[in-house]
Each structure stands twice: as C-alpha cells, then as structure tokens.
C-alpha cells in the first residue's frame, strides 16, 4: 500500500463459511478507528452483491476494493499488509500458508485447522471471538505493536519454510517411503 495506508486482505469465496460479511463489519469497526486503513477482498460467490451492498450502506466505497476471481493471489497477497481469514470450520486455509510464505500477517479466527498452523502471537494472531468491535480492537492493539507485527512476519515465514515448503514435503515423503521399504523388506 501507499505509505500512509494500511492495506487488509480477504481472500476466498464470498459464500456464507467464509463469512465475508464478517469481514466487511471488521472493516466498518476499523474504519472509526483508524481512518488510514484500505480493504481488499479477492474472490467471487454468490454473496458479492451483499457485500457491495454492505459496503455501499457503511459508506465505505472508497475504502474497498472487490477484485472478484483472481489467477495471481500470491501477487496480491505480496501487496497486504495483513490477512484476514474468517471462515467457518473450513479444513485447511491454504490462503493462511501462502499469505505467511509472503511475511504477511494473518489475523485468523481459531476454529477448524487454524490453531495447526498458527500460534498466537507467534507466527499469526488467533481471534477467539466473532465480534467485530473485538476483533477490530484486537487487530489495532496489535498492529500498533511494531515489535510484535515484526517478529509475526519474521516466524509466518520461518515456519512456512520448515513445515510447509517443498523440502519438507519432499524429506516426509522421502521418510514414508524409507519406513515402507524399510518395513517390506524386515
């Protein structure tokens, strides 16, 4: 984002388990705050004419952008300042692993496999409510913390390398064969 903006991400299927609603009431308790921020949402369902609506009704027109479908998620991930994941119990969030291999921040409510990729305050922030004047207070506490959001974008992509990137998946697959042959052959 520009200097002086702050941009947040939405990335996923503006359907009812992502809660992009959620999202936009985050983005409406944030705007009273903090007038600096700018939100980004990529993806396309059926709930994107309720969300413009919501958008148009919070008078935040000229803080959105709604991208709808996109092809170069990780580009724009690179242009976030943080993410906010909202889903509902969704399995795994690849989004979640590919916003932290970019050292962006994920804000991500602490449900479903969330709490197997991110530790609080560690590698990520986990919300453990869905009121958005909380989570929108908890989100600023946070952001204002330099050493904090400095250390989270350090560890997201630390961990990402040891546990997600291709070496790793190549040495567990290496390992499960090991053990197979291994086994076959004992």
Do not use: W
């Not at 998620?73 to 932290?100: H, K, N, R, Y």
């Not at 530790?119 to 909380?134: A, C, Q, S």
């Amino acid at each position: 984002g520009k200097n002086d903006e702050f941009v947040i991400g939405f990335v996923g299927r503006l359907a009812d388990f992502k809660r992009p609603e959620l999202f936009i009431e985050i983005a409406a308790e944030l705007v009273k705050k903090a007038p600096s921020y700018q939100f980004v949402m990529v993806g396309d369902g059926p709930k994107m004419n309720k969300c413009r609506d919501m958008i148009r009704s919070y008078g935040m027109n000229s803080k959105f952008q709604l991208l709808g479908f996109r092809r170069d998620v990780p580009d724009l991930l690179g242009s976030f300042d943080a993410l906010i994941f909202t889903s509902v119990g969704e399995g795994f969030g690849i989004v979640i692993i590919e916003a932290m291999a970019m050292g962006v921040p994920v804000f991500a409510i602490n449900e479903g496999a969330v709490p197997e990729i991110i530790t609080h305050n560690e590698n990520g922030i986990l919300i453990n409510t869905v009121d958005p004047e909380e989570i929108a207070q908890q989100m600023l506490e946070t952001i204002e913390n330099n050493t904090l959001i400095e250390k989270i974008k350090e560890q997201c992509v630390e961990h990402v390398h040891s546990h997600f990137s291709i070496e790793a998946c190549v040495n567990k697959t290496q390992k499960i064969y090991e053990e197979i042959l291994s086994n076959a052959n004992g």
